[in-house]
């Protein structure tokens, strides 16, 4: 016989217990613009023809015969739709090599200096775009309703607790976000009192911050207590059943992306038996399609119980008081990026932005540190895309206040000398805080992150051209708190590869471009979310209302926990 659990009817325990595969594999949500998969394959194949080809015709002298294929070829080599450059053409013979693919030679400088010359003519001549940004008039707004999402328990107060459920977050900020309000989700699923997280010391982000260093820990537990039980640690008498060890604790292995009615049918059982379970690691150990019951859960975790803990709180604020002030000439409104371009971004990339032998061996360390081999393997090389940006296109002229969020940017004084030209008023957090304010947070990424992460949500645009977990939050924090629109720019990265591969692009072209990726972007600012999204990036409409709807629910639109 089972114990109480939130989605407990029979009906939801004969659902198949395996869990999907990954959204990411089943959507193709991130495709690459130079391939991956099969269309790698496939332009691999079509390049070794066309070369197979054109070298026999040459070297056989049917010119006349390969006239139209010449043609054909001649046509498709113009447009870029062949990775070949002709080099040479002598005594009748073709010299080809493979050409990079666009994004992945950093030719941003030469496009910068092709166009600075207007940049600098137009910037006292046009209008600033932070004015008049977000144009797009939504026939219904959306409010915060998440309490008159979350259907009524029908107690009074909390029923007796299952057990104890334990988890370990891995990552960096947002990797750890994700992991507590999907573990906070599966406690009021199994209703299990949920033990603070155990936050994984990660290789890479190297932060060895606790879950109270980052978190307001009292207001979490506080924020949750009409929902989920959550203690600081076990209690004595439950540690002692496992001879005072967690590590003694069943570790169960949950696959990722695992349903609801998984846990009901796998989890909940275990836990029954034992009093207490741990999942280790908990990273995207939850579907992204759930009951709306369980999406509330994480809207409230999110959105409402998750805050910043009063030493980050306390710092961020002056940040954004003083981005505001320096912001006075545009009405207190700034711009913030999210710039990654750290080290081990770069790494990541396998982009060449200088080319030299200092580059390639400081990057070999880097990958070899971070990811042991992985960029060794046969196949394993990512093709990137474009990750440049350019503001001034889309009308924002140097007058703009811009905040740059990035953690320690690769080779910073070279790198981000021609922003600094075209936007004076540029700040990041080492220069909006002082040293001895930031000096508590060194040394932990996390916490800095966190830093960025409240300046970021303030602003009046943001702009991504990244994936990753900390746009994907903020983006659904931002819809979340501006009634429904994210006020992101989110440019198309393969367009960007295709402008900034061409140094003598003209600013008219170059400026029209941007400002369709800005009117695209001020459209998709209040997409809904689909089931194949994550409410934490879509909070519409599994945590908002439209105001219409929203009216009769004003007391579940605010939050009872502030």
């Known amino acids: 016989m089972h114990g109480l659990s939130r989605l407990g009817s029979g009906s939801n325990r004969s659902v198949p217990s395996s869990p999907p595969s990954s959204p990411r594999f089943r959507y193709g949500r991130y495709k690459s613009f130079s391939g991956g998969g099969g269309r790698g394959e496939k332009q691999w194949a079509a ?58 030679v950093y030719r941003s400088p030469q496009v910068f200096q092709k166009l600075w010359p207007f940049m600098e003519a137009e910037s006292n001549a046009s209008h600033n775009a932070l004015m008049t940004t977000w144009t797009l008039k939504m026939q219904h707004g959306w409010k915060p309703c998440i309490n008159s999402i979350i259907s009524k328990t029908g107690f009074s107060e909390l029923p007796k607790s299952n057990g104890f459920l334990i988890i370990e977050a891995n990552g960096g900020l947002n990797q750890q976000r994700l992991s507590i309000c999907d573990a906070v989700a599966v406690a009021w699923q199994l209703n299990a009192t949920l033990v603070i997280p155990f936050f994984h010391l990660n290789s890479v982000w190297r932060d060895s911050s606790k879950f109270g260093d980052i978190f307001d820990e009292e207001y ?3 924020a949750l207590r009409n929902h989920v039980n959550v203690v600081r640690e076990l209690p004595e008498d439950v540690l002692q059943r496992f001879d005072n060890n967690i590590s003694n604790i069943v570790n169960l292995r949950v696959k990722g992306w695992s349903s609801a009615a998984h846990y009901l049918q796998k989890v909940l059982p275990k836990l029954e038996a034992v009093g207490a379970v741990r999942i280790a690691p908990f990273s995207n150990r939850l579907a992204y399609s759930v009951p709306s019951n369980v999406q509330g859960i994480r809207c409230l975790s999110n959105f409402q119980a998750l805050r910043f803990a009063e030493p980050i709180r306390t710092l961020a604020d002056k940040m954004v008081e003083r981005m505001v002030k320096n912001s006075s000439h545009t009405g207190g409104k700034y711009v913030s990026v999210h710039l990654r371009f750290e080290m081990d971004m770069v790494a990541f990339s396998c982009c060449e932005y200088d080319g030299g032998e200092e580059e390639k061996h400081e990057m070999d360390i880097s990958r070899e540190r971070s990811w042991r081999g992985k960029f060794r393997r046969r196949g394993r090389v990512i093709r990137p895309g474009a990750n440049r940006l350019m503001l001034r296109g889309m009308g924002f002229d140097n007058n703009t206040s811009v905040f740059v969020a990035a953690g320690n940017i690769y080779k910073a004084e070279k790198y981000m000398a021609p922003l600094k030209q075209m936007f004076p008023l540029l700040e990041t957090k ?12 060194k040394g932990h990424s996390s916490r800095l992150a966190a830093l960025d992460y409240t ?32 006020k992101t720019i989110k440019p198309d990265k393969r367009k960007l590869a295709l402008l900034f591969d061409s140094p003598h692009i003209r600013w008219e072209t170059f400026k029209r471009q941007m400002k369709d990726m800005l009117r695209h972007s001020d459209m998709k600012g209040s997409e809904l979310k689909k089931p194949s999204a994550s409410v934490y990036t879509f909070p519409m409409p599994d945590c908002m209302c439209k105001q219409t709807e929203a009216a009769s629910a004003a007391n579940g639109s605010r939050s009872s926990f502030e």
């Open 47 to 104: 390049d070794r023809i066309v070369f197979v080809l054109i070298s026999t015709m040459f070297r056989r002298k049917g010119v006349l015969l390969f006239a139209p294929l010449l043609y054909i070829a001649g046509m498709l080599l113009y447009m870029g739709l062949l990775g070949f450059d002709v080099l040479n053409l002598k005594n009748a013979v073709v010299v080809v090599h493979r050409r990079s693919p666009p994004g992945s």
């Open 220 to 222: 979490f537990i506080h």
């Open 430 to 441: 080492d220069t909006l805080a002082t040293p001895e304010e930031l000096a508590p947070f």
């Open 455 to 486: 300046v970021c949500l303030r602003s009046e645009v943001f702009v991504t051209t990244q994936g990753g977990n900390f746009p994907h939050f903020l983006i659904g924090h931002r819809r979340y708190l501006f009634g429904g629109h994210a």
